[in-house]
């Protein structure tokens, strides 16, 4: 059984039992964005109903906006519930989605080729992707991105690196790999939510770059 610590290991008390890293610092920045975020979604509705005036990158925003807010907003849900390996997991296909958006925004006539499917070794890089989504990042800071990004192959595939992020520490003395919540790594959890509201200031970023 996993026990909620009296107090986390980021020096933040735990929050009520039906959301304990809600109090997290990063948790509290994400729940800031993800309000953003449903501010611009609701201006989106009213862009759907002219689509026919839209540009290209426009249309599949239509598509990769909401699909990556319900996989942020799906990560949240999981920090709450204590599911962090899966709230892992949704983290590459969250970063797929902006950073894509991103590359269509500026190289509208890919957009054919993404909705064509995106077919693998046609699509462009992620790391590519991710160029647009920081333009003017050095060498160093773009290559450190993406093997950020990259790792979370491994939650996907479910190689040794991953089965790391299922460990918990249950007592001084025993380290077993938990297949329930996990209310024990709150600095896992802190991490994730800083990753995934990054994701999400990026969005809304490109939200407002495509619909000003």
Known sequence: ????AEKSDSGVQPGPPADPYCTLPAVVFLDEKLSILDARLAKLTQHASKIDGLTAPQRASLELIPASSSLAKSIRHLIKAGYLLSALVLFRPLMERVATLSYLIENADAVSLWEAGWPHGQRPSLRARLETLIPGAGEAFLSGTAAAVTKYNSFVHGDPAAVQQSLIQVSDSRIVYT????????????????????????????????FP
């Open 179 to 210: 297949s329930d919540k996990d209310y024990s790594t709150p600095g896992r959890a802190n991490s994730i939510a800083l990753e995934t509201a990054i994701a999400v200031v990026f969005l809304v970023v490109k939200t407002d770059q495509l």
């Open 1 to 4: 059984m996993v026990k909620l």
